[in-house]
């Protein structure tokens, strides 16, 4: 399937605490390949960002540990 094709069908998700976040939230989507696509809520018809899936665990490990606090 066509990437392209493949995100339009794509099952998006953003976490159970962002539902409540009137926008302000990304929604991420398991894709074929091990590829992982990111886009903002507030944003849905822009291109997605794509990302092999060993760069959203390196992501997520960072979130986790604090990486990204500002």
């Given at each position: 399937?066509?990437?392209?094709?493949?995100?339009?069908?794509?099952?998006?998700r953003?976490?159970?605490?962002?539902?409540?976040?009137?926008?302000?939230?990304?929604?991420?989507?398991?894709?074929?390949?091990?590829?992982?696509?990111?886009?903002?809520?507030?944003?849905?018809?822009?291109?997605?960002?794509?990302?092999?899936?060993?760069?959203?665990?390196?992501?997520?490990?960072?979130?986790?540990?604090g990486?990204?606090?500002?």
């Amino acid at each position: 399937m066509d990437l392209s094709d493949e995100l339009k069908t794509a099952t998006w998700r953003k976490a159970t605490k962002s539902a409540s976040n009137q926008g302000n939230c990304l929604e991420v989507a398991p894709l074929s390949g091990g590829r992982v696509g990111i886009r903002d809520t507030e944003a849905p018809h822009q291109p997605p960002f794509v990302v092999r899936a060993a760069v959203w665990d390196a992501f997520i490990d960072g979130a986790k540990k604090g990486e990204f606090d500002f």
